[in-house]
Nanobody, 126 residues
Framework: QVQLVESGGGLVQAGGSLRLSCVASGTSGSDFRINVMGWYRQAPGKERELVATMTTSGRSNPVDSVKGRFIISRDNDKNTATLQMNSLKPEDTAVYYC?????????????????WGQGTQVTVSS
């Protein structure tokens, strides 16, 4: 089992910046390797959508609406991911979820599982 813990978020005026961080850790005795790690968001009344994820090799895929404003980074050794959000807009208001795809060994086999953080609120006022 892998746990994702997020930090950051909050209330900011339009044009401001926020930084989200996420750290992945395994439960006692777990054997895992994080593959893809990143962020999704869900605004009220809307479906959860991709913001940006990054592979272990550093390849990222930010959604068009955040390109040039949000920067995703990872520390593979520390199993952390960071989302630097600049030039925030009211339409960026949402609950932001950390996501990780982890390869794990248990019960004698390799498993690929998806994990989510608890979510952190980002509110951008106009």
């Amino acid at each position: 089992q892998v746990q994702l813990v997020e930090s950051g978020g909050g209330l900011v005026q339009a044009g401001g910046s926020l930084r989200l961080s996420c750290v992945a850790s395994g439960t006692s005795g777990s054997d895992f390797r994080i593959n893809v790690m990143g962020w999704y968001r869900q605004a009220p009344g809307k479906e959860r959508e991709l913001v940006a994820t990054m592979t272990t090799s550093g390849r990222s895929n930010p959604v068009d609406s955040v390109k040039g404003r949000f920067i995703i980074s990872r520390d593979n050794d520390k199993n952390t991911a960071t989302l630097q959000m600049n030039s925030l807009k009211p339409e960026d208001t949402a609950v932001y979820y950390c996501y990780a795809s982890a390869g794990e060994y248990y019960s004698g086999n390799y498993h690929l599982n998806d994990y989510w953080g608890q979510g952190t609120q980002v509110t951008v006022s106009s």
